[in-house]
Each structure stands twice: as structure tokens, then as C-alpha cells.
């Protein structure tokens, strides 16, 4: 016989089903929208990828300000920064023992300055995480292509990673475009993207220095790449990836990059990247997109379950121009204006089925660890909210409960005109959806969950009004 508390506890319990986060995996999620920062030799001399014979005495701020790039940045609502401290040209923006090609020699700070320790610094007085970007590919060094500058690479990362206190992401770059100054060999260098860098090796030590550090490369190992620079990731996003036969600078099949694998077998999260201007680093003709522009990237970014990488290119006096603080500034206040009023939140939820312990009211208590679900046998479900009155409807929020998971594979949005009204059909959810909607006007709202890879989980539906 069965004892009814024993059936109760196995029905209730609820159990991870597929690949799930690492906890660093869960805070990258968790993190959302934060901001890169693109500003080195390039920003001196109006380029994108500097050949690495620039002067040492080119790079020469005149008003540099880390913690006015934290102010922007949390303008923005970004919830940290992670800096350029080496792009391809080789130039490293701090004091590092491996180069001569530093700003140690530059006239900044008479050679004593330390971009990267002055922006960890100001990070940490502003309350925002730090993130470093250390480019693989070095258009300056001498030893560039054989096993030398491995090393040299690996020490140049080992560096970033001691001295500059915790860091929220490592950021690997796939980018190798052969040519280069390489100490004055100027010619073309090829290298095997797969193998040269030692990157398991490296990741290791990044994990054991930084074990709350996510490691972002076009195809992981914690995050991955989205497959395009313009801030719009695919619609079904699953976080989980088969990982065979990617590397940074290796994409054997940018759909799948861009999907992810719903039979993935290991978490890997989409980060979506994209600059505020059209080009990474500052040059003295261009504009920074609108705040409407970013408040559109954001939904098609974080919106669709990945996070959002917003660079930022401060000019040559080392600043955030003020015309993107405005643009950050307009884009902090739509997606406020837009998520301000959750009239969901604390209202009654009929469910057509939910687990003991796990009732509707957990999609909208405001406790992300919480949530609604169904019993195993179900891969279908529906939530109904009634806002007793008439409401405003402009948007919603679904999240799943992504520590067990990513489950759900169609889900659709309806809303009561004397009759159900399917408003929008989307495929997965993942960390969060958010669904900017026709604004209409309606006193219910029910949520379908159409199919599933197992029980969904949900613990958030948000309706905005905004
Ligand atoms: C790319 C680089 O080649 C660009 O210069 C930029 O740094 C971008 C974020 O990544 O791969």
C-alpha cells in the first residue's frame, strides 16, 4: 500500500531534467545586461584592428576617468564592464612583465598608469562586477605563431586574472585575420585556431584562479557567442550545446551556435554583443545608437533568454561622450518605464494542473526560486490570471526555473476579448522571455505551455503594463 505522505513527497519533488547550470553558469544568467569597454591604441588612431607598429606614444588620454565609465555604465543599468586589456594590436592597457608594448611606455600617467587597475578600482567603488577581454591574437609580438608566445599569452592571462581582484567573466576572442607587424616581420601568420592557443590548458587555470568567472568564447566552455554582431539572437535559444568540435575561431555550424541544441548535453548560455556605435572602439565621425535602438536590442537580446554585452567606446580624452550617456541614460529609462508596473504581481492563478507544493501563485510571488509545475506526466499547461479589471496590457516576463533545466519548447500568450485571443506564439523561454506586445486593453491573461522536453517549470510570469 501506498502511504499517502510518500506520494505526496515524490509528486512535490521537483528534479533537474537535462544539462543544467554551473553556478557560475546561474550568476552569468543572473547578471543580465552588462557592458563591454573597447578603448586602446585604436581609439588614438581611428581603427578597428591596429597592425601592432603603432607608438607606445600614441596612446594618450587626456581626461581618462574609469569611474565616469562606471557612472555610464550604470546609467545604463549595466551591471558590470568588461574591458578591452588587450585587443589584437597587442597593446596591453596595463603594466604587464611579458611586453614592453604597455601603456608603461606611453606618456600616459608618465608610464606609471594602469588602465585595468583603475577600472577595477572604480568597478568595485560603484558596486558593478569586472570582466576582462585579453586577445589571443597578438599583431605586435615577435614570437606571434610559434609555441613561445603561448606562453607568453597564457602569463599575460595569469596576470589579469591575480591582480586585479574577482572577475565576473574571461572573455576569449576567435578573431585571426594572419597579417601583422609581429615585431617587424610584417607578413602573414596562419595558426591552427584549434590547437595553437592550449586553450583546455588555460581554462583550467582560469577556473582554478577565477572560480566565479564565466569564460565566454564563440563556443563556450561556460558561455557562447550568438554568431553576429548587430544584438539580435535567435528566438529558440536553448542553453545547452553538444560542444564537439567548437573552439574560439572554430564554428562548424553557426544555426546551431545561434539555437544552441535542444539534445545539448552540457549549459552553455547565449551572450549577445553589439556595440552603442557602429564600431567597437570610438572614431571621431561616428554616433551612438538611441535609447529606443537599445531598448529594441535588449528585447532581442535578453528578451530571448540570452544575456546582453552593450559596448561602450570611450573617446580620447578616456570618457564615455555624453551623447552615449544620454542614449544609456533613455535606455534605462524605457525598459524601467517599460517593466514599472507588473500587474500580475500577488494576483490569483488558476492552473490546469500544478504540483503539490508548486502552485500557480509562484509565478508571481516575486521569488525567482520558486515555481509553478505540473506533474511529470504533463508537457502541456495553462495558467490563467484574472486582474479583476479592466488592465493595460503591454508586455510579459515568462522565466523558467532554469537550476532544473531548459524545458519548455512552444508556449503561447492569450488574452480575454470575450473570448481567448492567441496574441503571440513563441518556442523556448529559458532563463527569461520578455514579450513586447500590441498595447490593448482586457481583464485576463492566460499563459500556454504547448509542448515541453519534460514537466515545465516556470517561476515567473510578469504582465507589464508599461
Ligand atoms: C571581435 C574582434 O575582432 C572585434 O574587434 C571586437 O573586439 C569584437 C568584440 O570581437 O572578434
Redesign the pocket.
Known amino acids: 500500500m501506498t502511504c499517502p505522505l510518500a506520494a505526496w513527497s515524490s509528486s512535490a519533488l521537483l528534479t533537474a531534467s537535462g544539462a543544467v547550470p554551473s553556478p557560475r553558469q546561474l550568476a552569468a544568467h543572473r547578471r543580465g545586461t552588462y557592458g ?1 569597454v ?1 578603448f586602446s591604441m585604436n581609439t588614438f588612431t581611428d581603427r ?2 591596429g597592425s601592432g607598429d603603432e607608438p607606445a606614444t600614441s596612446f594618450n588620454p587626456t581626461g581618462f576617468d574609469a569611474a565616469q565609465w562606471v557612472a555610464a555604465a550604470k546609467a545604463g543599468g549595466l551591471t558590470g564592464l568588461i574591458l ?1 586589456a588587450k ?2 594590436d597587442g597593446f596591453c592597457l596595463w603594466p604587464t612583465a611579458t611586453t614592453t608594448y604597455s601603456v608603461s611606455a606611453s606618456p600616459w600617467r608618465n608610464g606609471k598608469g594602469d588602465v585595468v587597475g583603475e577600472l577595477a578600482a572604480a568597478c568595485k567603488a560603484g558596486g558593478i562586477g569586472l570582466g576582462l577581454y585579453c586577445s589571443p591574437w597578438d599583431r605586435n609580438h615577435a614570437a606571434y605563431g610559434t609555441p613561445a608566445y603561448v606562453n607568453v599569452y597564457h602569463a599575460q592571462v595569469t596576470e589579469l586574472l591575480t591582480n586585479y581582484g574577482e572577475l565576473f567573466e574571461f572573455w576569449f ?3 585571426n585575420g594572419g597579417d601583422g607587424w609581429y615585431g617587424g616581420a610584417a607578413e602573414t601568420r596562419r595558426i591552427d585556431n584549434a590547437t595553437y592557443y592550449r586553450f583546455p590548458e588555460l581554462w583550467a587555470v582560469c577556473h582554478r584562479l577565477q572560480p566565479n568567472a564565466v569564460l565566454f568564447s564563440d563556443g563556450g566552455p561556460d558561455i557562447r557567442w550568438c554568431g553576429n ?1 548587430r544584438g539580435v539572437c535567435s528566438t529558440t535559444n536553448w542553453a545547452k550545446v553538444r560542444p564537439e568540435g567548437f573552439a574560439p575561431g572554430v564554428i562548424p555550424d553557426f544555426t546551431r551556435l545561434a539555437h544552441g541544441d535542444a539534445d545539448g548535453n552540457v549549459w552553455r548560455g547565449v551572450e549577445v ?1 553589439v556595440s552603442i556605435r557602429p564600431g ?1 572602439f570610438w572614431h571621431p565621425t561616428e554616433q551612438p545608437k538611441n535609447g529606443a535602438e537599445l531598448f529594441g536590442l535588449w528585447l532581442s537580446s535578453f528578451g530571448r533568454g540570452s544575456t546582453l554585452l552593450l ?1 561602450l567606446a570611450p573617446d580620447r580624452r578616456g570618457l564615455v561622450p555624453n551623447e552615449d550617456i544620454a542614449a544609456l541614460a533613455d535606455f534605462q529609462a524605457k525598459k524601467a518605464a517599460f517593466t514599472a508596473v507588473d500587474i500580475a504581481a500577488g494576483k490569483a492563478v488558476i492552473t490546469d494542473a500544478a504540483r503539490p507544493g508548486h502552485p500557480g501563485g509562484n509565478l508571481v510571488d516575486g521569488n525567482p526560486t520558486t515555481a509553478w509545475a505540473v506533474p511529470d506526466d504533463l508537457t502541456t499547461a495553462s495558467a490563467e490570471i484574472d486582474f479583476l479589471g479592466e488592465e493595460r496590457i503591454a508586455g510579459v516576463r515568462i522565466d523558467e526555473l532554469i537550476s532544473l533545466g531548459q524545458r519548455v519548447e512552444a508556449f503561447a500568450i492569450d488574452l480575454w476579448h470575450g473570448h481567448w485571443l492567441e496574441v503571440h506564439r513563441g518556442t523556448t523561454i529559458g532563463a527569461q522571455r520578455v514579450i513586447q506586445l500590441h498595447p490593448s486593453r482586457t481583464t485576463r491573461l492566460r499563459l500556454r505551455i504547448l509542448a515541453s522536453q519534460a514537466s515545465p517549470v516556470i517561476s515567473r510570469l510578469s504582465v507589464f503594463s508599461g
Request: charged share 30%; glycine share 8%; no cysteine.
Open positions: 563591454f573597447h578597428e584592428w578591452t585587443h589584437h576572442d576567435g578573431a554582431e554583443d567597437w559596448n
